[in-house]
């Protein structure tokens, strides 16, 4: 097999990518409809649309396999025999399948070739049976068919399948990443909700999920960065999902910045915290950048005192909260101390608040918000260049760029061949930052493509360059999904 042929080889099969997509869709359709039985009533509309989908996916599963079966085994989805990669988007679909599921006892479910009516009648069981029946799986599988459901069988849970040694002991280092960041998102969410006094910030949780993302950020590598992770980016979650990924990022950051692992594990603990105080500002403020009046703007300003004020009392028990303090306090205080809040003491930013406020920067703009367009990547890493020195640390910046590639990780990009491509890895040699990584999405006529992943630097690859980012939004790509 020649070069060109190993850089081109795709990472998965067409076919084999478009049945987990609808696999996945399956369970999330399954997801909806289980979540509206327990809020309507059966002959709601609200089943409507999810039954017809549910029903369509299933068709399309049969015609290419000819049944299609998914079956829990412990906190993993096989569909058909294959494991169901976990993502991000669709993880709280999983979560609640698999529990409603384990509820009733069902290990899993077969379908071939159900009619929508015996798709509804199922639904109608599920609703009804809420935890295991007596007569267990076999009571539940006669109720079906004393409905004349035909097409669809109850299984039981899926014995574990033998897993390879190497496998138990470092399991897919992408589904863990998937993992640690919702564990961070999860956490931050139940935190934030009710910080009424300091003693609620749950420390030591915060402490060991930090340290996850830090463990996984010293083992990059593989086609995969901890930075990609932050295109995630859920618009009506920003405050949540904004914190996690500043976190996220100032990890990748403070990693190649060669910060040791204890610094980063404090590094990720104040990039994490770096807006709690916006958790004080009354909600018509925090969402309505449009209009604010002077006095609004003041009070979101605060929301770096409230923050310092929260976590001043940890100090007595956790001499490290100051590092928080200083970031939560100085995020915003610029590079040149023009900004905000006006100090008389400590009127420059700590190493790591200056950190914090480059990818505070990077990924507030690089996700859209009702009051501004999204920047693509490398747009905001021009702006970011060119408020270095005044805004940013010229030095840091300069860093920065150099972490990301120009191209950063998650962004769309057109190439001279006429292909769309995400990129997934930044080139760790300065001189080659422009050619990075990526994997294919559409080919030349803008038809989607095997997602083969190619090296833009190696030298079987010198006709294909990145020509400029586009917006994936208008060509509905979904970047985060090639990244992670
Ligand atoms: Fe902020
Ligand atoms: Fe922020």
Request: overall charge neutral; some cysteine; charged content about 25%.
């Amino acid at each position: 097999m020649g070069m060109a042929n190993l850089a081109f080889a795709p990472l998965t099969s067409g076919t084999e990518s478009h049945f987990l997509d609808s696999a996945r869709d399956a369970l999330h359709q399954i997801a909806v409809l289980l979540r509206n039985s327990y809020s309507h009533n059966l002959g709601n509309k609200v089943f409507e649309e999810p039954l017809e989908k549910l029903d369509e996916t299933l068709a399309q599963l049969l015609k290419s396999e000819g049944q299609f079966r998914f079956e829990l085994s412990e906190e993993e989805v096989f569909a058909n025999g294959v494991r169901l990669r976990m993502e991000i988007k669709t993880l709280h679909s999983y979560k609640y399948v698999i529990s409603e599921l384990k509820k009733r006892d069902i290990g899993g479910i077969s379908f071939s070739r159900p009619s929508i009516e015996s798709l509804s009648e199922l639904l109608e069981v599920l609703a009804k049976v809420r935890v295991a029946p007596e007569g267990g799986l076999g009571a539940l599988n006669a109720m079906l068919t004393e409905r004349k459901v035909s097409g669809i069988e109850l299984l039981p849970e899926r014995a574990l399948a033998p897993v390879p040694e190497d496998d138990a002991r470092a399991p897919d280092r992408r589904d863990r990443a998937v993992n640690a960041y919702q564990q961070a998102l999860d956490f931050i969410r139940d935190s934030m909700m009710n910080l009424d006094s300091p003693a609620q910030v749950n420390l030591r949780k915060a402490k060991r999920t930090v340290q996850k993302l830090v463990d996984l950020s010293y083992e990059e590598g593989n086609g995969f960065s901890l930075a990609g992770m932050a295109s995630i980016k859920e618009h009506d979650n920003y405050t949540f999902n904004h914190m996690v990924n500043v976190c996220v990022l100032a990890i990748a950051f403070g990693q190649r910045l060669g910060l040791r692992r204890h610094e980063l594990a404090q590094l990720g603990l104040s990039a994490l915290y770096h807006d709690m105080g916006k958790l004080h500002i009354p909600l018509n403020v925090l969402n309505n950048h449009t209009d604010l009046t002077e006095k609004e703007w003041a009070v979101m300003g605060n929301h770096t005192v409230f923050a310092a004020r929260t976590l001043f009392p940890l100090i007595e028990t956790d001499r490290s909260t100051v590092s928080r303090i200083l970031t939560a306090l100085q995020h915003h205080l610029r590079y040149d101390g023009s900004g905000y809040p006006k100090l008389r003491l400590l009127t420059r930013q700590s190493l790591y608040a200056r950190i914090t406020a480059i990818v505070d920067t990077f990924d507030a703009m690089t996700t859209k918000r009702l009051y501004q367009r999204q920047y693509l990547p490398d747009e905001a890493l021009a702006l970011l260049y060119k408020l270095a020195g005044g805004r940013y640390d010229p030095i840091l910046v300069k860093a920065f760029v150099n972490c990301m590639g120009i191209y950063p990780i998650g962004s769309t990009v057109s190439l001279s061949s006429g292909e769309l491509a995400v990129v997934v890895e930044s080139n760790p040699n300065p001189d080659y930052i422009h050619q990075p990584k990526v994997r294919i999405v559409t080919d030349i006529h803008q038809d989607s493509a095997p997602p083969s992943l190619i090296d833009l630097a190696h030298p079987s690859q010198s006709k294909r360059h990145i020509l400029h980012c586009v917006d994936p939004e208008k060509y509905a790509i979904n970047s985060a999904h090639y990244v992670c």
